[in-house]
């Protein structure tokens, strides 16, 4: 599975921006699917994912009710909304996909720089 991140770009404080993740094949409804975030100097931090079996949501207590994570019905594509962005969203965003089992696989993107900045 091949993953293309889209969407980061440079915004003020308080804007909007809409991250985009494709898939090189329609899987994502097969798995959970995450997206993490690493500013400089910073280890990788867990923003939000989205599970397969029942599409419910779970996100880190800073983006908490300004970020909302989704995906489309065919599979091959995932979505981060961000709102009322804040300095300290400032990073590079990652998607993921988890595939459990007996060796279980993580696949990753390359990455899409956001910068929140006046």
């Known amino acids: 599975v091949q993953l293309v991140e889209s969407g980061g770009g440079l915004v003020q404080p308080g804007g909007s921006l809409r991250l985009s993740c494709a898939a090189s094949e329609a899987t994502l409804n097969a798995y959970a699917i995450g997206w993490f975030r690493q500013a400089p100097g910073k280890g990788r931090e867990g923003v939000s994912c989205i599970r397969s079996v029942d599409s419910s949501t779970v996100y880190a207590d800073s983006v908490k009710g300004r970020f909302t994570i989704s995906r489309d019905n065919a599979g091959n594509a995932t979505y981060l909304e961000m709102n009322s962005l804040k300095p300290e969203d400032t990073a590079i965003y990652y998607c993921?996909?988890?595939?459990?089992?007996?060796?279980?696989?993580?696949?990753w993107g390359q990455g899409t720089q956001v910068t929140v900045s006046s």
């Open positions: 993921n996909v988890h595939v459990p089992g007996p060796v279980p696989v993580d696949y």
